[in-house]
């Protein structure tokens, strides 16, 4: 699986859009960008995925450069409950039952 | 309904003794993970089981045994616990396939004392 990298922390006002970036140049043309995040004690929770298309859920956006070699993900309007640890994870689709490679993460704080 | 539930929640034991986790999910998935995340919060696969078959397993010691009685459940023993265990351990689930959606569980929280 393709390596990513993103910030590790960033902050965000509530009420505002939240954009967290994520490298992933060596990316293949058949992996797919996924997002999960975790919340202080908590599991992780899956955000949203894409190929190479803009994705839209009732929870976020991603948006994936053309080359796909970097992508954005959204939240449109940052809660305090959105403060997490946001992981960006690349996967092949045919990794049949293979496990998620987690990194760094970007700490997102969502301030009153 | 919760759809990962691990039990318990909190542990704490002394050096040496033998603890399990449990682990269930009442999705329907045919695969369930369990995950350590350690004080440096990484997150990292151990096992994964398909159908109740090991399909995953990383370098972790021996002391770490896997079981799986049925599909929706997986649960983990470990054998003479060391300091250098304690972490939370996360289970998760997917129905498998090659875009699968993991579901992760609350975690256990192990202190090994």
């Known amino acids: 699986d393709a390596k990513t990298t993103q910030p590790p922390s960033m902050d965000c006002a509530e009420g505002r859009a939240a954009n967290l970036p994520c490298n992933h140049s060596t990316i293949s043309g058949n992996e797919y960008v996924y997002w999960y995040r975790q919340i202080h004690s908590q599991g992780p929770q899956y955000i949203i995925h894409g190929l190479k298309n803009n994705e839209t859920n009732e929870m976020a956006s991603l948006i994936i450069t053309e080359d796909r070699k970097s992508s954005t993900l959204i939240l449109p309007h940052a809660t305090l409950r959105d403060t997490a640890v946001y992981y960006c994870i690349v996967r092949a689709p045919n990794s049949g039952y293979s496990t998620l490679t987690f990194g760094k993460g970007t700490m997102l704080l969502v301030s009153p | 309904d919760t759809a990962v539930s691990q039990t318990p929640k909190y542990l704490v034991t002394q050096m040496g003794n033998d603890k399990s986790i449990k682990c269930e999910q009442n999705l329907g998935h045919d695969t369930m993970y369990w995950y350590k995340q350690d004080s440096k919060k990484f997150l990292k696969i151990m096992f994964s089981?398909?159908?109740?078959?090991?399909?995953i397993n990383e370098t972790v010691p021996n002391r770490f045994s896997p079981k799986s009685p049925d599909k929706a459940h997986l649960n983990l023993h470990i054998n003479s616990l060391e300091l250098g265990d304690s972490a939370v351990y996360f289970c998760?689930?997917?129905?498998?396939?090659?875009?699968?959606?993991?579901?992760f569980g609350p975690g256990t929280r192990l202190l090994v004392l």
């Open positions: 089981y398909n159908n109740k078959e090991l399909i």
């Open positions: 998760a689930s997917s129905q498998g396939g090659p875009q699968e959606t993991q579901y």
